[in-house]
């Protein structure tokens, strides 16, 4: 496991953008497959977007899909989540995750197994 320092995040109003970023706390980026997920009052986690460590191509919950971007930059050793055309239904507090390189599945819960405090995004309509 990992400690996972995540910044960005706050209010913004629809159709705005942000962008949250993670950094693994005395280790390096490419050596875990990484993610984010986010999670709302009486809801569960859900998977929002994930890249392997040796990857460039990410993969989205069909929510986000086109809106946001996920990005690993080694040269600054941290995994960014880029966020446009907000909705009000992306209000949550979103948690970065980093997880083992030989996991199969990186659209769930398993596929990782340390997770950030979380960082709370507010999209007002």
């Known amino acids: 496991q990992v400690q996972l320092v995540e910044s960005g995040g706050g209010w913004v109003q629809a159709g705005g953008s942000l962008r949250l970023s993670c950094a693994p706390s005395?280790?390096?980026?490419?050596?875990?497959?990484m993610g984010w997920f986010r999670q709302t009052p009486g809801k569960e986690r859900e998977f929002v977007a994930g890249?392997?460590?040796?990857?460039?191509?990410?993969y989205y919950a069909e929510l986000v899909k086109g809106r946001f971007t996920i990005a690993r930059d080694n040269a600054k050793n941290m995994v960014t989540l880029q966020m446009n055309n907000l909705k009000s239904e992306d209000t949550a507090i979103y948690y970065c995750?980093?997880?083992?390189?030989?996991?199969?599945?990186?659209?769930?819960?398993?596929?990782?197994?340390?997770w950030g405090q979380g960082i709370q995004v507010t999209v007002s309509s």
């Open positions: 995750v980093a997880g083992p390189r030989d996991a199969i599945v990186i659209v769930t819960p398993r596929g990782y197994n340390s």
């Open positions: 005395g280790r390096t980026v490419n050596e875990y497959n």
């Open positions: 890249i392997r460590w040796n990857g460039a191509v990410g």
